[in-house]
């Protein structure tokens, strides 16, 4: 087990009708509140009311700025660093999924730094201070609302780069489960393809004598695994929902990465994916994981073996390590296709055309790596997208 | 699912040579440190040397007060609290295992307030201040390294009572696994049973759809079991340590709390009877909760049989799930005498004259019941000491 240092403060507000208490909560760090959000989906269901009437109710001021995409955009950042500013805003408040709160963390940052918010992204600059930040989930997908990491998109030049800062946990979240029985199913399973991930970029790692992780990531693993068909089945289905967003937001809280270094290659290559075609970031992930794992499992056989009994139930012929791990991955991509989830470029709706622009960026010009596990140059990428063709 | 809520901000700093960052880390909260620790075995083993050194480096004045005892007692954080109002101290620093931190914490609540400390474990009043705590753990047992609880033993009568505050959470814990080579095996073995009951009080549940959370304490549960008997086979082995080590704090971080009741009467139970024959807190626990499991089996014989299933890799016999469940918990007995623990009153060294006076006390007179998954009474708890004889 490496050393590790854990933290994180987030406060969990968790279960059916939680989000009353969003005005209560948010009283206790600020007055003015930006409330941050996407398009009409919580108009339609109602719960833009049950936000706004829960923040009245506790004598709080409020701005609004929606329109938050995924793969949320640089633009719409700088306007609400902007807004905030103008408006004397000293709390974010993100109601929506993974793109709106990491939208409202690059806020957050951005109000009091007097350069350009993407600097961070950039590597050019460390914040020192942040404005607090909180969330009320409606997507469990991107762990973000219990994660210090953030992603956007700069639209000049299509760049999708990720932030982490102890300084955007957000300071309580807000999930509750009937939230998502109103998201096409579609949009579910996207989530659960990257809940699963997170999952996995932390699970294929180097470091050694990592049993706890090892275990608890397995065993969360198999939750999602299991609760993902029942709630399609029946999208009604509350103890379901439950599983899948508890889950989600573990996968994601960092617990998972200690004592260990996880890989990350994935998430960079699905990043140049989702920037070039726009797709779906958890159907990308679901398209290039499996491709990652068979390009590189022969780094680490026995973990891959390890995984392919203990997360896939596979009975391992101890005579056949390589069939073994292979079936552990035939399982999961059958697992994705009984969902719905592409595991090809092509299911997936991306080109194949720009693939080697993609390998290029992710390298930058193939003069870095990308991953951890496997440290990949463009033409390790370029032969991972070959097998996710 | 149970509606939840969940925070927990203790900073964990894990691994090898991690308590010389422990001036510095003590530094952002403090200027004057109460130095807590019990009795000679941290000056044996070098490590109060290098705790006060880093104090010294970061600045940092400091007092001490050793001789907390197994089971700590009340008399000694009176004089803590007594001590630190007289010093000017405004940081408590636990440096040893779940006792120093347990009288750490009382210490810490007692100083700002005005009435006797023992209020708060009396029920009779609330702390609304308390200085703040850190650790440095020397024995993965309590799980108080990350809790917002502490259990104090009253001499005046021999009440052993608990109390929770989030004001107690440490702001810090440095957990180093090199320094539990230098435990007697029977101190290590009796942390892993006192780890394990931390999991299965909150296993032992009556809400539904907990799947999460249940596969996550069966996992780590596996992970405590698998690595006891190696470490004892080689008490320099620090892959084992560590792995005893980070699932003593994630079972008792509260994580493993989330959306259920767990139920605690086995220690209380247990409290009881250390509170009376002084025996080892874990030792008590591996007496007392076989006896309690073969009580309650029969109140959710599915939830006893998944454990059996997934703990202790039983084959499920579908026709017999009692049968099952029993071999679980024979499984378990067997599992803590191969560790050396006793699973008997007889092998506790604990008497069998005073089982009444504690099932009274425990009842408070049988005019309460302890326990959620089980509500026992007096008699319960005799029937459950009488399978323990």
């Known amino acids: 087990m490496d050393n590790f240092t854990f933290r994180n403060p987030t406060k969990i507000i968790f279960g059916k009708g939680t989000e009353s208490t969003v005005g209560m909560e948010t009283a ?35 701005v609004e700025l929606g329109g938050v995409q995924p793969n949320p955009r640089l633009e719409l950042v700088h306007r609400g660093v902007k807004l905030c500013r103008d408006e004397g805003v000293d709390f974010i408040l993100a109601v929506g999924g993974g793109s709106t709160i990491d939208s409202a963390k690059a806020i957050a940052m951005g109000v009091p730094y007097e ?5 961070f992204y950039a590597g050019k600059a460390a914040p020192k201070r942040a404005l607090p930040v909180a969330t009320v989930l409606t997507i469990p ?35 509750n ?10 949009q579910v399973v996207c989530g659960a393809a990257d809940i699963m991930a997170h999952m996995m970029e932390r699970y294929f790692t180097n470091s050694k004598n990592v049993e706890t992780v090892d275990r608890i990531i397995e065993s969360t693993m ?12 029946n999208q009604k289905d509350y103890d379901a929902a439950a599983e899948i967003m508890w889950s989600g ?26 920037a070039i075609y726009d797709v779906a970031h958890g159907a990308g992930l679901a398209t290039v994981f499996p491709a990652w794992m068979k390009y590189t499992m022969k780094h680490d056989l026995t973990r891959y073996v390890q995984y392919a009994e203990r997360v896939w139930n596979v009975d391992v012929n101890h005579w056949d390590p390589e069939g073994t791990a292979l ?8 697992f994705y296709r009984s969902v719905g989830l592409p595991v090809t470029l092509k299911e997936l709706g991306a080109g194949e055309d720009r693939l080697e622009e993609m390998a290029d960026k992710a390298t930058k010009g193939d003069t870095e790596t990308i991953g951890q596990f496997v440290k990949l140059k463009k033409a390790d990428i370029m032969a991972i997208l070959d097998l996710a063709k």
Chains 1, 2 share one sequence.
């Open 327 to 334: 079936e552990g991955i035939r399982r999961q991509e059958a």
């Open 222 to 233: 198999k939750t999602v695994i299991h609760n993902v068909p029942k709630f399609l089945a």
């Open 141 to 175: 997908a991107a762990g973000s609302e219990s994660s210090d990491s953030t992603v956007i998109t700069n639209e000049d030049g299509w760049f999708k780069r990720g932030y982490s800062s102890e300084l955007v946990y957000p300071v309580f979240s807000i999930l």
């Open 249 to 274: 937001t573990l996968a994601h809280n960092n617990i998972m990465s200690t004592g260990r270094m996880g890989d990350w290659a994935s998430h960079n290559i699905e990043h140049e994916l989702s």
């Open 28 to 62: 206790k760090y600020g007055k003015k509140v930006l409330l941050h959000y996407g398009g009409g989906s919580i108009m339609k269901s109602g719960l833009y009311d049950r936000v706004v009437a829960s923040l009245k109710a506790a004598g709080l001021a409020y």
């Open 115 to 119: 350069g350009d918010v993407w600097d």
């Open 177 to 186: 489960p009937e939230l998502i029985f109103t998201l096409p199913a579609f």
